[in-house]
């Protein structure tokens, strides 16, 4: 059972008509959020990867993100903003964001924050400390069934939520 796909979020998770909403203000929660939508929430800066170029939409805001260390693309030096995004990645997008914007520490108990899941090995080693932040302040949905997920394709509601405690914690 997938129920963070059947969530609705409340009325105050719309962070932005054009990043989590649709044109006409609708939001669409089984819609699927790709990389370069989500990095747009970001502050625009300049030059990161090599498939984004000045013409896309989200140059600056991917180029801001890189910058501050919050998004770091694939080892050939891509973004791949059009690839649906995992969980995984956007909770560490999330975690990062406290670190770089709100001086948040690492959790010194990285090991037993990952515990609260049941597919703790499933986590990537890349991801394990931004996780365990994620988690330590709840800005990660707890599943019914205890597991982390860390490939499921994030939905905008899904990120919605999860941006919303993030941005909670910021302003």
Known sequence: MRFLRRLHPPDDCRLNSHLLTTTNG???PPTYIT???LS???LREWRQFKDV???HW???AVGSAKK???INGYDDGTFRGTVNIPKVQIVAIAARTLVTEMKYKKPVNTES???TYTDTSAIANWAAEDVALATRENLVLKRTDGKFLSD???TRGDAAIILKRMFDRIW
Request: charged share 25%; glycine share 8%; no cysteine.
């Open 68 to 70: 501050h260390g919050i």
């Open 53 to 55: 170029s000045r013409s």
């Open 40 to 42: 747009h929430v970001k």
């Open 152 to 154: 499921d394709r994030m």
């Open 35 to 37: 990389k370069n939508r």
């Open 58 to 60: 989200y140059y600056g």
């Open 26 to 28: 609708l939001f669409p």
């Open 113 to 115: 924050l990952l515990n």
